[in-house]
């Protein structure tokens, strides 16, 4: 059995080998290192990385970011998803303003908005060479197989823990957690891992049993359910009305067309009317429908149906929604929306088809 040293720098040698060119990589500015992480978490890599460079073009320090408008950060992260990352990430910046005069407070830093032990962990190890393992479910994968552990990682954190904190290279703690998390990455994939190449085959369980696909465990998961969605297009002249959604729960802060969700025993166009109604007040007349687009979220996936409505009465409020606006269908790339609704924007015209 090699020792755990052996084990840590075999790994941080086939890191420096192997390791992926990434504009935060090498970069030990904080603020740089924890919008990374933000950024990365349940996204992929190639993904972030044009995000990435253009937050920091917009938002050169902290401060830019403290001072933007809420609509500023979600135009920027529009399309990235997880959007409570960006507001959280938001506030906790105006909060080192405020209350930590710029700095990002070291001690506290658990404390800010949206910081958790994942990314407590990341920012500690690779900004400030904290001897403390990150784990996520890369490295989760891959310990699960190195250990052959009998029970769904979740369930195991502890066991993972406590055999990374004995294997991390206390000199380089964040190269580690970062090798960790590039051997899931790229080497312990989920399916057909290339154990090969990989520089723990000689101490992996799983490897030496010849039985690799058979971890990590996995939880039962529930089938994910399908919601029918209805939205209307309303138009006023050669306006129409978008809302914003509340800054809590999915999506929070997006703009989007109003409309909502189809109730059994009844129709697209009847629930169009309806929540329209109930969330901004005004009566439309339907005019025509647009098409259906699907859309999958981490826990649930849409079928929605998108109608042309003309405006007939009332005055717009935000009654389940905190801003409403009157805009020209070319002013629409100026507000983020959510990817569902960019799926049938190409549908809208630019002015009212019924003037
Ligand atoms: S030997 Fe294979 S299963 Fe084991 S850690 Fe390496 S890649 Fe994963």
Same mark, same amino acid.
């Given at each position: 059995?090699?020792?755990?040293?052996?084990?840590?720098?075999?790994?941080?040698?086939?890191?420096?080998?192997?390791?992926? !060119?990434?504009?935060?990589?090498?970069?030990?500015?904080?603020?740089? =290192?924890?919008?990374?992480?933000?950024?990365? @978490?349940?996204?992929?890599?190639?993904?972030?990385?044009?995000?990435?460079?253009?937050?920091?073009? @917009?938002?050169?320090?902290?401060?830019?970011?403290?001072?933007?408008?809420?609509? *500023?950060?979600?135009?920027?992260?529009?399309?990235?998803?997880?959007?409570?990352?960006?507001? $959280? /990430?938001?506030?906790?910046?105006?909060?080192?303003?405020?209350?930590?005069?710029?700095? =990002?407070?070291?001690? *506290?830093?658990?404390?800010?908005?949206?910081?958790? #032990?994942?990314? *407590?962990?990341?920012?500690? !190890?690779?900004?400030?060479?904290?001897?403390?393992?990150?784990?996520?479910?890369?490295?989760?994968?891959?310990?699960?197989?190195?250990?052959?552990?009998?029970?769904?990682?979740?369930?195991?954190?502890?066991?993972?823990?406590? /055999?990374?904190?004995?294997?991390?290279?206390?000199?380089?703690?964040?190269?580690?957690?970062?090798?960790?998390?590039?051997?899931?990455?790229?080497?312990?994939? #989920?399916?057909?891992? !290339?154990?090969?190449?990989?520089?723990?085959?000689?101490?992996?369980?799983?490897?030496?049993?010849?039985?690799?696909?058979?971890?990590?465990?996995?939880?039962?998961?529930?089938?994910?359910?399908?919601?029918?969605?209805?939205?209307?297009?309303?138009?006023?002249?050669?306006?129409?009305?978008?809302?914003?959604?509340? !800054?809590?729960?999915?999506?929070?802060?997006?703009?989007?067309?109003?409309?909502?969700?189809?109730?059994?025993?009844?129709?697209?166009?009847?629930?169009?009317?309806?929540?329209?109604?109930?969330?901004?007040?005004?009566?439309?007349?339907?005019?025509? /429908?647009?098409? $259906?687009?699907?859309? @999958?979220?981490?826990? /649930?996936?849409?079928?929605?149906?998108?109608?042309?409505?003309?405006?007939?009465?009332?005055?717009?409020?935000?009654?389940?929604?905190?801003?409403?606006?009157?805009?020209?269908?070319?002013?629409?790339?100026?507000?983020?929306?959510?990817?569902?609704?960019?799926?049938?924007?190409?549908?809208?015209?630019?002015?009212?088809?019924?003037?």
């Amino acid at each position: 059995m090699k020792s755990q040293n052996d084990i840590s720098n075999q790994l941080i040698t086939w890191y420096n080998n192997n390791k992926q !060119s990434m504009p935060w990589r090498d970069d030990k500015n904080i603020y740089h =290192i924890w919008l990374s992480e933000i950024m990365l @978490q349940q996204t992929q890599i190639n993904t972030v990385i044009p995000y990435y460079t253009q937050w920091l073009k @917009q938002f050169p320090t902290i401060n830019d970011v403290a001072s933007a408008s809420e609509d *500023d950060i979600l135009k920027l992260w529009e399309g990235l998803g997880y959007y409570s990352r960006a507001l $959280n /990430f938001h506030n906790a910046c105006k909060t080192i303003i405020e209350s930590y005069d710029g700095e =990002i407070p070291k001690k *506290d830093f658990i404390k800010l908005k949206g910081v958790g #032990p994942y990314i *407590d962990a990341a920012v500690r !190890s690779i900004g400030y060479h904290d001897v403390t393992p990150t784990i996520d479910g890369n490295v989760n994968r891959v310990v699960s197989r190195l250990l052959c552990l009998k029970k769904p990682p979740q369930k195991e954190h502890k066991k993972i823990y406590n /055999f990374l904190i004995q294997i991390i290279n206390p000199k380089v703690p964040g190269d580690f957690n970062q090798a960790m998390m590039d051997l899931g990455r790229n080497i312990c994939k #989920p399916k057909k891992p !290339s154990c090969l190449q990989c520089p723990l085959s000689t101490i992996c369980k799983a490897y030496k049993k010849d039985s690799v696909n058979q971890y990590p465990m996995k939880i039962k998961t529930k089938k994910i359910p399908n919601i029918n969605v209805a939205v209307g297009i309303i138009w006023k002249k050669n306006n129409i009305l978008i809302a914003k959604r509340k !800054s809590q729960g999915l999506l929070p802060g997006l703009w989007e067309f109003p409309g909502g969700k189809v109730n059994h025993h009844e129709t697209s166009a009847d629930c169009v009317i309806r929540e329209i109604y109930e969330e901004t007040g005004v009566t439309v007349e339907l005019k025509s /429908f647009i098409t $259906n687009i699907k859309h @999958q979220y981490s826990h /649930f996936s849409i079928s929605l149906d998108s109608f042309h409505c003309i405006y007939k009465s009332g005055t717009p409020e935000p009654r389940q929604c905190t801003d409403i606006k009157w805009i020209k269908p070319t002013d629409i790339p100026k507000f983020a929306f959510p990817k569902a609704n960019h799926k049938f924007m190409d549908h809208i015209p630019i002015n009212n088809p019924w003037l």
